[in-house]
């Protein structure tokens, strides 16, 4: 199956300061990247949606000021999370899925960046 | 309001047994339904997805699940399980549209015994 990858694996930073977050598409080329949110125990949030070259859609609820999200090429997207607290400690999971509207569409995930804020 | 439920946070089985994970989900319109699989330090894997026809679908791995609309489940099933299936199972419903936007459920953990 297609692959996505995410770097870092493991983020910490200090309170304050904004971290990068990358997702790449290996072998296949993304017009659509999904970010997700997955708390301890607990189930993926979609975050936001972000197709190939427009602005992303953030779910409700989510800050778009605080999670800068960049869909730049077919094969990478990034989550920036800015002025980091410890709130916003996560695992961030994004996925790619070359959208043509057909059923057989499917969302290829990466292996998720674990981020610790201090 | 759309939802996904996995009533079992946790289920633990012995090599060799079958192994039922419940999926209950609530959804205005016609759902895709999927199962995926989450391994540490790993993606997660799409092991079966429904969107029309049969209701019975087979996945990878030996899964299967089962589409029954009039309880709206979706439950995964595998009649012998391996020690490699201890992981983290998801089940996920989006729209028809398939525009990928997923609603997940918690997750149930499974744990094989030797």
């Given amino acids: ?118 | 309001a759309q939802s996904v439920t996995q009533p079992d946070i946790h289920i633990t089985v012995s090599e060799g047994a079958s192994l039922e994970l419940r999926c209950n989900y609530s959804y205005g319109a016609t759902p895709y339904l999927f199962w995926y699989v989450q391994s540490p330090g790993q993606g997660l894997q799409l092991l079966l997805k429904y969107f029309s026809g049969d209701t019975l679908v087979q996945g990878i791995k030996g899964f299967e699940a089962e589409f029954k609309r009039s309880q709206s489940s979706f439950n995964l099933r595998k009649p012998s399980v391996h020690w490699s299936d201890a992981a983290e199972y998801f089940c996920a419903v989006g729209p028809a549209s398939n525009t990928g936007k997923l609603i997940f459920g918690q997750g149930t953990t499974l744990q094989v015994k030797p």
Wanted: aromatic share 10%; net charge neutral; hydrophobic share 35%.
């Fill in chain 1, 1 to 118: 199956g297609a692959v996505v990858s995410q770097h870092p694996s493991r983020v910490i930073c200090k309170s304050g300061t904004s971290v990068k977050i990358e997702c790449r598409s290996l072998d296949f080329q993304a017009t659509t990247m999904f970010w997700y949110r997955q708390f301890p125990k607990q189930s993926l949030m979609l975050m936001a949606t972000s197709n190939e070259g427009s602005k992303a859609t953030y779910e409700q609820g989510v800050e778009k000021d605080k999670f800068l999200i960049n869909h730049a090429s077919l094969t990478l997207s990034t989550l920036t999370v800015t002025s980091a607290h410890p709130e916003d400690s996560s695992f961030y999971i994004c996925s790619g899925m070359a959208n043509t509207g057909a059923p057989t569409d499917t969302q290829y995930f990466g292996p998720g960046t674990r981020l610790t804020v201090l």
